[in-house]
Each structure stands twice: as structure tokens, then as C-alpha cells.
């Protein structure tokens, strides 16, 4: 079976600090991975997906990046933080090449001070 | 663009019958996904329409009307632990396997 696993779960920064999250799956190859932010009264963003190796997709411009250096990692960073990078990061995956339900790791809470 | 739209919050009855609407505008469509989304947890998947028609699984139900661009999700029997957030989803299109998610909408079952 198929696992996803996020870490850190909360995480508390100051402004200004850099920023590294982690997700990874477990018991399936080449998935489509996803980077969600969920704010407080906001919807789920999509920040970032990827269909492959070295192939990040960004939707929204800001000063956050992600890389996927292994098929099923997924790294999500910032060189300095910003207050309204505070919220519900959400790692997800999807089985490549149709549109299928997206699969949500546990999250991690980001509080930047 | 995109737009999705459900109601921000709900209250219903334990054991009644509650129906959480949304209506979406979107460049495209490939179909419709409803998921649940506990306080402070991941969302769960629920259900995906992608044509016309109820899909029915267990207590909960997703109609979809690709015409009206509406969808709703029907909780019956309705319990203590579906208070929950609940968040419609449209996949806009061929070739995209990108997810556009509504606000959520908040149901709060009460006693």
C-alpha cells in the first residue's frame, strides 16, 4: 500500500530564517507530487507540482521553491521567510497520467514569528 | 480563471440529512472531487464525478450537473464525527492534473 509522509508536523520560525520541508511516498513510482499551502479562512493553494525527476511546476510567484531530487521526494524551501508564509503545508500525490484522487500527507504546521 | 464556490458553514442534527453545494466555474472540466478535512488533519478523499448523475457510497452521496456547473454532497444518518470541513474540488481539464479547491465549507454537527 501507498504511504506519504511529511515532516516536520509544526515547525516555528522567525522572519528572515530558511525553510525546508520534506515529503515523501512510499509504494508507488513516478507519482505526480503536489505542495499545498492552507491558510486560516483561505481555501487549499496549490504552490508547486511536479510530473517528474527535476520537473517542478509553479503556480503562484513568491519566495518560496521546490525541487524533487529522488522520484518520490519532494522538498519544499525558502531562503528567508515572510510573515504570510505561516499556514498548513500540505504535501499530496496522484497516480501519473490520469486524473485521480490526490492522496494528502499528515501536514506540517509553519508559524513564522 | 477559476472559481469555486460552496457556503462557509453549516449546522445540522445528529442523525438528520444535510446537502453542501457547489458551483464552479472553471476553463475546463474533468471532473469533481469532494474531500473531508478534520481540524488540524489532511483531507480524505470522498468521492469524483465526472458525469452527470448521483454517485452514491455508504452515507454520503456527489451529484453532479455539468450543465449548471453544480455539484452537491448529501450526508446521511448523519453522526458526531462528520463535523468536518468539507471541500469540493474541480479538475480543469485534458491534459492537467492540477486540482482547484473551494474554500471549504464547515459542518458542525450538534446533539
Known amino acids: 500500500s501507498q504511504t506519504i509522509h511529511q515532516w516536520p508536523a509544526t515547525l516555528v520560525q522567525p522572519v528572515g530564517s530558511p525553510l525546508s520541508l520534506e515529503c515523501t511516498v512510499e509504494g508507488t513510482s513516478n507519482p505526480n507530487l503536489y505542495w499545498y499551502r492552507q491558510a486560516a479562512g483561505r481555501g487549499l493553494q496549490l504552490l508547486f507540482y511536479?510530473?517528474?525527476?527535476?520537473?517542478i511546476s509553479s503556480e503562484v510567484p513568491q519566495n518560496l521553491s521546490a525541487s524533487r531530487p529522488q522520484d518520490r521526494q519532494f522538498i519544499l524551501s525558502s531562503k528567508k521567510l515572510l510573515l504570510s508564509d505561516s499556514g498548513f503545508y500540505l504535501c499530496?500525490?496522484?497516480?501519473?497520467?490520469?486524473?485521480?484522487?490526490?492522496?494528502f500527507g499528515p501536514g506540517t504546521r509553519l508559524t513564522v514569528l | 480563471g477559476q472559481n469555486i464556490d460552496q457556503p462557509t458553514e453549516m449546522t445540522a442534527t445528529e442523525g438528520a440529512i444535510v446537502q453542501i453545494n457547489c458551483t464552479y466555474q472553471t476553463s475546463g472540466f474533468n471532473g469533481l472531487f469532494w474531500y473531508q478535512q478534520h481540524a488540524g488533519e489532511a483531507p480524505t478523499f470522498l468521492s469524483y464525478?465526472?458525469?452527470?448523475g448521483l454517485e452514491e457510497k455508504g452515507r454520503f452521496s456527489s451529484f453532479l450537473s455539468r450543465s449548471k456547473g453544480y455539484s452537491y454532497l448529501l450526508l446521511k444518518e448523519l453522526q458526531m464525527k462528520d463535523s468536518a470541513s468539507y471541500l469540493c474540488a474541480v479538475s480543469p481539464g485534458a491534459g492537467s492534473y492540477q486540482l482547484t479547491f473551494g474554500k471549504g465549507t464547515k459542518l458542525s454537527v450538534i446533539p
Open positions: 464525478n465526472v458525469l452527470d
Open positions: 499530496a500525490w496522484s497516480t501519473s497520467g490520469s486524473v485521480d484522487e490526490q492522496f
Open positions: 511536479s510530473v517528474g525527476i527535476g520537473q
